[in-house]
């Protein structure tokens, strides 16, 4: 079983079109980074959040951390086709020194 | 300022031989990690060294996967009488301190080990 789990696994949606990706854990996490990939690529680091509550917004997309610090959302709203990729949640336990993955949302947007 | 260097990027390998899959990490990073992704799957931890010491190797098989990261030179994860079920892409990130610290990790684009 998955540590982080992501949902939906896949998510098909028009241009112009919010979409919400979900990563819930029964851990606490002291960070959690959102993560895009694209076919052939490695992993981007899209944000990093530390502090539970906390809401940091770029451009389109909007990351939440929950209050308790266990999980985050992803929010996009009016979806380009330039948005699609592979989307991945990854965690940072205190005192930990490696990233726990989520299994990831594919995410496509069509024109 | 060059990203995390990995070669080769595709790498095919029958049965029972040896992969040896290379990192070079951004100048000035000495921390590095490798991850497995499946298909369709996230990835993986695997193992996270600096250099000339494995810090984290939990991720790890036990048997045919070792991994070094010498004072010189790339870091090698290394992947001895491979079988079908290793084919996967393999990822190497680097950062210039540890995660924790809230320093990003840069991923390199991966290598991709096809095992016929």
């Known amino acids: ?111 | 300022n060059a990203g995390v260097m990995q070669n080769p990027r595709h790498l095919v390998r029958r049965r029972g031989q040896e992969a040896r899959l290379r990192c070079s990490p951004m100048k000035g990073h000495s921390h590095v990690y490798w991850y497995r992704q499946l298909p369709e799957e996230g990835l993986k931890f695997m193992v996270y060294l600096q250099k000339e010491n494995i810090i984290d190797e939990s991720g790890m098989p036990k048997e045919r996967f070792s991994a070094e990261f010498p004072k010189e030179g790339p870091s090698i994860l290394r992947i001895q009488q491979v079988v079908r079920g290793d084919s996967a892409a393999y990822f190497c990130a680097s950062s210039p301190g540890q995660v924790p610290m809230n320093t990003e990790a840069f991923f390199g684009q991966g290598t991709r080990l096809t095992v016929v």
């Open chain 1, 1 to 111: 079983t998955q540590l982080l789990e992501q949902s939906p696994q896949f998510l098909s949606i028009q241009e112009g079109e919010n979409l919400t990706v979900y990563c819930n854990s029964s851990s606490v996490f002291s960070s959690l980074q959102w993560y895009r990939q694209e076919p052939g690529e490695g992993p981007v680091l899209l944000v990093t959040v530390v502090t539970g509550g906390e809401v940091k917004k770029l451009k389109r997309l909007t990351f939440q951390f929950g209050d308790a610090r266990k999980d985050s959302s992803l929010h996009i709203t009016a979806a380009q086709p330039g948005d699609t990729g592979l989307y991945l949640c990854a965690g940072l336990k205190a005192a930990g020194n490696k990233l726990t993955f989520g299994g990831g949302t594919r995410v496509l947007v069509k024109p």
